[in-house]
T-cell receptor, first 113, second 114 residues
Framework: KAGVTQTPRYLIKTRGQQVTLSCSPI?????VSWYQQTPGQGLQFLFE???????NKGNFPGRFSGRQFSNSRSEMNVSTLELGDSALYLC????????????FGPGTRLTVL | AQSVTQLDSQVPVFEEAPVELRCNYS??????LFWYVQYPNQGLQLLLK??????LVESINGFEAEFNKSQTSFHLRKPSVHISDTAEYFC????????????FGQGTRLTINP
């Protein structure tokens, strides 16, 4: 079975721009969750989607949004980028949700200049 | 709100020595507990998890963790480490009532010296 894939792997943007990251879950997984990883804050939960509905949300501003498609693929969008948004963005998929084993992708490294 | 504290940011040990990585959590409801591992240049992967039942859980590569409800801890141990255990280890907690979040600790970087 193919693992979780994320595209692109690397991104460089400037302040004020917006960015869209993509995540393809393991086949059969209906839950996709997103995380931000930084040296200072560690791994922080952004949100979780299950069957095209946002089911859970972390403590991030509204500039961070996401969606999930009928094939379970998910996108995360960040608008009006700030320098502090530079991070590794990880997505994970699972069968049932956040109480289930999460299978993580390799991440998208976003650098905001 | 849940929180997870990993008491040591870095743990250096010699090969074949025992190791304990400490994790404490706080939550007002019952929780599920996880240890994830991130090997160099690899993605995060599950090491072991506690959902219910026996408070001692084991992984296939010799790690074990014990859920201690009274001390709200889920420490990770291995009696004898190998060079290949060098990685960053993350403790995580998820509640199973109400709004669910998966909260991670800050991580512990385990370095094995020959």
């Amino acid at each position: 079975k193919a693992g979780v894939t994320q595209t692109p792997r690397y991104l460089i943007k400037t302040r004020g721009q917006q960015v869209t990251l993509s995540c393809s879950p393991i086949s059969g997984h209906r839950s996709v969750s997103w995380y931000q990883q930084t040296p200072g804050q560690g791994l922080q939960f952004l949100f979780e989607y299950f069957s095209e509905t946002q089911r859970n949300k972390g403590n991030f501003p509204g500039r961070f949004s996401g969606r999930q498609f009928s094939n379970s693929r998910s996108e995360m969008n960040v608008s009006t980028l700030e320098l502090g948004d530079s991070a590794l963005y990880l997505c994970a998929s699972s069968l049932a949700g956040l109480t289930d084993t999460q299978y993580f992708g390799p991440g998208t490294r976003l650098t905001v200049l | 709100a849940q929180s997870v504290t990993q008491l040591d940011s870095q743990v250096p040990v010699f090969e074949e020595a025992p190791v304990e990585l400490r994790c404490n959590y706080s939550s007002s409801v019952s929780v599920y507990l996880f240890w994830y591992v991130q090997y160099p240049n690899q993605g995060l992967q599950l090491l072991l998890k506690y959902l219910s039942g026996s408070t001692l859980v084991e992984s296939i590569n010799g790690f074990e963790a014990e859920f201690n409800k009274s001390q709200t801890s889920f420490h990770l141990r291995k009696p004898s480490v190998h060079i290949s255990d060098t990685a960053e280890y993350f403790c995580a907690v998820s509640d199973f009532q109400g709004a669910q979040k998966l909260v991670f600790g800050q991580g512990t970087r385990l370095t094995i010296n020959p």
